[in-house]
């Protein structure tokens, strides 16, 4: 017989298989013997006070000596060779589980994905860290499985009323992701980790009878009588010789992401509708992992050894209102690295990515500031897309003031609080290397003040966050789409084109992996549903 118990336990306790069958027994009033098998099925920690307890949800076996029952559901992959076809612009979360969720339904997927598989990328970031060569089409952005696959794999979501979280972490667990992530609170992946996932999502796309077409830029959508046809395209080999290829199908899912800057260039250009929305700016600020762990695990430095043994890599999420501004972290990474995320040549973009121990020194952070609409005045010219011309201006900025390669500027946290040019910087994660530059003048005034006040207030809820061992690598940039892409809140298709389903980060609708792969899913169903009625 099955039964449930929530149990709280030390931090030490909880790793203690014994200790957990012990104090299940005693909860549920049993022999120990009784207690024939178990298995934890939610993990969560709160550090809220220096006696640290974790919480664990736990299913168990009474009276059988069996393992406890598989959550996992397989899905299953029907094959759609022969079937109606859609078109997928891209390769990232929402690209890749619109694609499966379309087989699920008898539909045929088209993946076009503009950069290289998920091997091959790794050439180009290698490229790109060492030598500071941008590739334009595969970088930490583009490429199979998007921007999250060598940039963190954070599956923590607050999008739990647009689907089913539980469905896409058993996908993904379906195609070799740790069950790990099915129990813990905030569940990460790892980059170490996800590239075998992708390979094994697009093995199921493929053996499905779907078709995966990567080094594939989008050129023009094929349009008539407001319907779209299908894509013109340009591949392209190592050689860089390129050909012209057209692609049409009965629907189109555009999954691009939120750096496709051509892809609204090329929209813009055919008036297809778009809305500016708002998004936000900064910089990326790096603290030694020990500093954040002491913090939040209420200890000393010096303990700090001690209650990793039991915790893993600490995080923050920090926010704070300045001047009717959200100030707020953003893609915590603990025990991570700061990343080189330049989609073209003559910028400088920062974000950051987590293995999955977190076992790096430094833990690192987005520290944003939301921009509205009215904040962009200087680029009213550009229209709809004045938002993504002003996140340009400042990533050519970050590129002029780190000496016009991928190195960034950078400057120690008090220093920039204190409007201060600091005189040398500390160790850091990014590899390109950093340069000492006045972020604190070289950032639009309106995001270094609050920015300012930000860092004040956190540094007095959070001890030593303000700190000098601490600085800020800029800039963080491309934490949102500038634009949203309109489409209608049940049919999901646009509201002036048929057959175009704008679709996850890129469209406005999503702001991360899960959620990016909810809204592929749902743009799936609504598609495949026209097709199929």
């Known amino acids: ?26 909860q549920e009033g049993l022999d120990i013997a009784e207690v024939k098998s178990f298995e934890i099925v939610k993990r969560s920690i709160d550090a809220r006070s220096r006696s640290i307890k974790v919480h664990l949800k736990i299913k168990f076996n009474q009276t059988e000596n069996l393992a406890v029952a598989e959550d996992t559901v397989k899905s299953n992959y029907q094959n759609v060779a022969n079937k109606k076809a859609v078109l997928i612009i891209g390769a990232g979360p929402a690209g890749l589980f619109a694609a499966l969720k379309l087989i699920e339904l008898g539909i045929k997927p ?8 998920v091997r091959n990328r790794r050439r180009d970031l290698a ?4 030598l500071h060569i941008v590739n334009p089409n595969s970088n930490y952005c583009f490429g199979e499985g998007g921007a999250g696959t060598y940039s963190d794999g954070k599956l923590y979501t607050r999008s739990t009323k647009r689907g089913d979280v539980n469905k896409i972490l058993n996908t993904l667990v379906q195609h070799g992701a740790s069950k790990e992530i099915l129990i813990d609170a905030h569940p990460h992946v790892g980059t170490n980790k996800l590239p075998s996932i992708i390979i094994n999502m697009r ?12 080094n594939t830029c989008v050129t023009d959508f094929i349009v008539k009588e407001n319907v779209l046809k299908g894509v013109v ?22 999954a691009t992401g939120h750096s496709a800057r051509d892809i609204f260039e090329i929209l813009h250009k055919k008036n297809i509708l778009m809305e500016a929305k708002p998004f936000a700016m900064g910089v990326r600020v790096e603290h030694p992992q020990e500093i954040i762990d002491a913090v939040q695990y209420h200890c000393s ?38 990343a080189p995320c330049a989609t073209n040549v003559g910028e400088v973009v920062t ?6 121990k977190r076992n790096n020194p430094f833990a690192n952070s987005g520290m944003v500031v939301a921009v509205e609409l009215n904040d962009l005045q200087a680029y009213q010219q550009h229209g709809v897309l004045a938002g993504m011309r002003y996140q340009q201006a400042i990533e050519q900025m970050a590129f002029v003031a780190g000496g016009s390669t991928q190195v960034a500027p950078a400057q120690r946290i008090v220093d920039f609080v204190n409007n201060k040019l600091s005189n040398s910087l500390p160790p850091t994660s990014y590899h390109p290397g950093i340069k000492t530059a006045p972020l604190h003048q070289l950032l639009p005034v309106d995001i270094a003040l609050r920015l300012q006040e930000g860092f004040r207030v956190f540094g007095s809820k959070m001890k030593s966050f303000l700190t000098n061992d601490a600085i800020l690598v800029g800039v963080e940039s491309r934490t949102s789409s500038t634009l949203r892409i309109p489409r209608d809140k049940i049919t999901i298709e646009h509201l002036q084109i048929k ?12 702001g991360g992996i899960v959620s990016a792969a909810i809204d592929g899913e749902k743009c799936a169903e609504q598609c495949a549903f026209k097709l199929n009625n």
């Open 1 to 26: 017989m099955q039964n449930e118990v929530n149990l709280i336990l030390s931090p030490s306790q909880a790793i203690d298989k014994v200790y957990i069958q012990q104090a299940i027994a005693k």
């Open 351 to 356: 974000n950051g990515w987590s293995p999955s």
């Open 203 to 214: 093995e199921s796309i493929l053996n499905a009878g779907g078709e995966v077409h990567f």
């Open 499 to 510: 057959g175009f389903y704008p679709c996850g980060e890129g469209a406005g609708y999503a």
């Open 127 to 130: 490229a790109l860290n060492k």
């Open 233 to 254: 395209t340009e591949q392209y080999n190592e050689g860089n010789q390129h050909t012209s290829i057209e692609f049409y199908a009965a629907a189109l899912i555009l």
């Open 301 to 338: 430095v010096n303990e700090v050894a001690t209650q990793r043994q039991y915790l893993p890599a600490a995080s923050y999420s920090l926010v704070h209102q300045a001047n009717g501004r959200g100030v707020y972290s953003f893609c915590m990474c603990p025990g991570g690295v700061i």
């Open 110 to 117: 088209i993946i076009i994905e503009r950069g290289k598989d």
